[in-house]
């Protein structure tokens, strides 16, 4: 079953502790694999499109990495303005479509 | 440049009410979805259009319809609400297509409250 699944559900921080999100998928035909942020409330805001395994991006203390499984978001030196929701979704071949899918997300806090 | 615009930002109704939501999408942009989001979830799809057709249409009542009008905004109508339908609306644009061109960008949403 084409599934995304993201890990943990809801992650706490200390400013400055690094840690990394992860965003699995089961998929067959990826297209693409894309990260938001979301702040309570508002739409997701765009963060990377990754598209091919071994790729990587970074935006500031954002780091997105992919493999043929799952995908990393790897935030070093976090900061309190980065908590939010950050939510993966994965676009794959289905048939002569192409399906978007996204995961739950993951809830970060960051205290100060 | 302005990114996804939507209106009205926040609305309240009332069961059996009809409401509909407008979303103008970023220049250049020709495909416009809409997606529902209830708290702690991740957007589920309801439509998308490109070229003022309906591309996709994801696992909601006929009581919802959208369309797309030649400057490419576009409108979702939601008829005789029920709570259930108490969300965060969310429009996203692309260019549409292959690579970069996929990547969808989202407004600030609109949240629905039925009463």
């Known amino acids: 079953e084409d599934q995304v699944t993201q890990s943990p559900e809801a992650l706490r921080l200390q400013e400055g502790e690094s840690s990394s999100l992860n965003c699995s998928y089961t998929v067959s035909g990826l297209r693409g694999l894309f990260w938001y942020r979301q702040d309570p409330g508002k739409g997701p805001e765009f963060l990377f499109t990754l598209y091919s395994a071994g790729e990587e991006k970074e935006k500031e203390r954002l780091k997105a990495t992919l493999t043929k499984k799952e995908s990393f978001l790897h935030i070093t030196a976090p900061k309190p303005e980065d908590s939010a929701t950050y939510l993966c979704?994965?676009?794959?071949?289905?048939?002569?479509?192409?399906?978007?899918?996204w995961g739950l997300g993951t809830s970060l806090a960051v205290n100060p | 440049d302005a990114g996804v615009t939507q209106s009205p930002t926040h609305l309240i109704k009332t069961r059996g009410q009809h409401v509909t939501l407008r979303c103008s999408p970023i220049?250049?942009?020709?495909?416009v979805s809409w997606y529902q989001q209830v708290l702690g979830q991740g957007p589920q799809f309801i439509f998308q259009?490109?070229?003022?057709?309906?591309?996709g249409r994801g696992n909601f009542p006929d009581r919802f319809s959208a369309r797309q009008f030649p400057n490419y905004s576009s409108e979702l109508n939601v008829n005789a609400l029920l709570l259930g339908d108490s969300a965060l609306y969310l429009c996203?644009?692309?260019?549409?297509?292959?690579?970069?061109?996929?990547?969808?960008?989202f407004g600030p949403g609109t949240r629905l409250t039925v009463l």
């Open positions: 220049s250049g942009h020709k495909s």
């Open positions: 996203a644009s692309r260019m549409a297509g292959t690579g970069v061109a996929d990547t969808q960008y």
């Open positions: 259009y490109y070229e003022k057709e309906e591309r």
């Open positions: 979704a994965v676009r794959f071949n289905a048939g002569n479509n192409r399906k978007l899918i």
